[in-house]
């Protein structure tokens, strides 16, 4: 069993985090509010005081935050990683966040004697609590068969997509596909409902056959149930689409599709619906 540490204990990370005690590796936690960190303590985790900390006497640092620049302060502001790291100590970043931005995270972590590799999620809240995540990978192969056995305690799929940053660049398509899937479910049951259609009838017919959908089965069911308790937050599914913006615009691409879910989704952000689930873009309908 390995020293290791997890950094952002979100939605997200303290399932991922639970799954790395309970696969019986001996796990230094911290998180930026600090209450989030506690019940880890009575599960065997060390509560770390910075990421730094965290870092030390860790063979591998695994993080789950938020956006690029909440990467870089975890990594390279005041005790960051940086400062604790360990020489060949594996630096895994959950995040997703813009692929250059994890490339150039990846060339200072090397010259401070570190390894790194993108690793971002698919599978939700739900998949994260079940440990049945996919990972989309992006480093060299070494590094990668380094962090397998973690990988495979926390999910169940791991896709090598390439070098660093190619994990961020499958993540994007991903993005992509689930943000025009949300526009489609919130305009699918809009049109319905003013059809005067039964709305429990028309989710289950939709995700029976050719236009069913992730979005229309999870996010249909919550619309219908009226909750809109983030286990994806909005603002997140905004940022996401908005990396991919940049990524396609740099590309000289036109994705109509992609610009029609930013559009909608920067007109959530607007209606402040940014802290609810990202299955919200339906109110802008209603
Ligand atoms: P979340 O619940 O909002 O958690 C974010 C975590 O990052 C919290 O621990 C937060 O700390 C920490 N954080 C944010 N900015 C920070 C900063 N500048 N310095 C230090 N810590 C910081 O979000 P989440 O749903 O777990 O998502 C985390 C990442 O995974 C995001 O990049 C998201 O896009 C991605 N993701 C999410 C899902 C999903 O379904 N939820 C699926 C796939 C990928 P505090 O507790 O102090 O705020």
């Not at 509560?47 to 935050?65: H, K, T, Y």
């Not at 619906?273 to 109110?283: I, Q, T």
């Amino acid at each position: 069993m390995a020293d290791i540490a997890f950094l952002g204990l979100g939605v997200m990370g303290a399932p991922m985090a639970g799954h790395l005690l309970d696969a019986g590796h001996r796990v230094a936690v911290w998180n930026r509010t600090l209450a989030k960190a506690a019940p880890f303590g009575a599960r065997g985790a060390r509560l770390a005081e910075s990421p730094a900390d965290a870092a030390r006497g860790s063979e591998a640092v695994f993080l789950c935050v938020g956006d690029t620049p909440d990467v870089e302060a975890v990594l390279f502001g005041e005790a960051g990683v940086a400062h604790g790291l360990e020489t060949n100590a594996l630096v895994v970043d959950h995040s997703t966040i813009s692929p250059a931005g994890e490339a150039g995270f990846a060339d200072k972590i090397r010259r401070l004697g570190g390894r790194f590799l993108d690793a971002p999620v698919t599978g939700g809240q739900k998949g994260a609590i079940a440990g049945t995540l996919s990972f989309m990978v992006g480093g060299e192969e070494a590094d990668l068969e380094r962090a397998k056995p973690f990988l495979l305690a926390m999910g169940k799929k791991v896709f090598h997509a390439g070098p660093v940053g190619f994990g961020q660049k499958l993540k994007l398509v991903n993005q992509l596909v689930c943000a025009v899937h949300l526009v489609a479910m919130s305009e699918a049951l809009t049109f319905a409902k003013a059809q005067g259609l039964d709305l429990k009838q028309t989710r289950e017919l939709l995700i029976s056959g050719a236009a069913g959908s992730w979005a229309l089965d999870v996010y249909g069911e919550k619309v219908l149930n009226d909750d809109y308790a983030p286990g994806f937050f909005l603002k997140w599914q905004a940022k996401d689409i908005r990396i991919a913006m940049d990524a396609a615009g740099e590309l000289g691409l036109a994705l109509p599709g992609l610009e029609l879910s930013h559009e909608r989704l920067q007109a959530a952000l607007a209606r402040g619906l940014g802290d609810e689930g990202s299955h919200a873009v339906y109110k802008l309908y209603s």
